[in-house]
C-alpha cells in the first residue's frame, strides 16, 4: 500500500491547512485512516484517525481545532486544522491499517507554522 500525503506548507499562526491522503494499491479493506505528527527533535504521535464506519478520535491538543474526513471510494483521508500554533509544526504522517493487520505509513508531509 502506498500512501502519498500532500497539503503541507508554512502557515501563520491563526491559519489553516487541508491535508490529504491517498491510499493506492490496497488489495484489502482499510480500516483505519490516521494522521501523526512529528515534531522537530521529537517522537511521532496520535492527532486523529477516522474508521471504516466513520468514526473518528482525536488527541486532545488537536480536539475542537481539526477534523478528519475520509472519502472511503477514493481510499482518500483528510485533515482540516484551523487555529494553527507553532507547536503544531512538524511532519504530518499518514497511517493506514488494513483488515487483518498490516499496517503502512506514508512518507510525511511538512508543516510550519510561523509564530
Known amino acids: 500500500v502506498q500512501l502519498q500525503a500532500s497539503g503541507g506548507g508554512l502557515v501563520q499562526a491563526g491559519g489553516s491547512l487541508r491535508l490529504s491522503c491517498k491510499a493506492s494499491?490496497?488489495?484489502?479493506?482499510?480500516?483505519?485512516l490516521a494522521w501523526y505528527h512529528q515534531p522537530p527533535g521529537k517522537q511521532r504521535e496520535f492527532v486523529a484517525d477516522?474508521?471504516?464506519?466513520?468514526?473518528?478520535d482525536y488527541a486532545d491538543s488537536v480536539r475542537g481545532r481539526a477534523t478528519i474526513s475520509r472519502d472511503s471510494a477514493m481510499n482518500t483521508v483528510f485533515l482540516q486544522m484551523n487555529s494553527l500554533k507553532p507547536e503544531d509544526t512538524g511532519v504530518y504522517y499518514c497511517?493506514?491499517?488494513?483488515?487483518?493487520?498490516?499496517?503502512?505509513w506514508g512518507q510525511g508531509t511538512q508543516v510550519t507554522v510561523s509564530s
Open positions: 497511517f493506514a491499517q488494513l483488515e487483518g493487520g498490516l499496517t503502512y
Open positions: 494499491g490496497s488489495n484489502g479493506r482499510i480500516i483505519t
Open positions: 477516522v474508521s471504516v464506519r466513520g468514526s473518528t
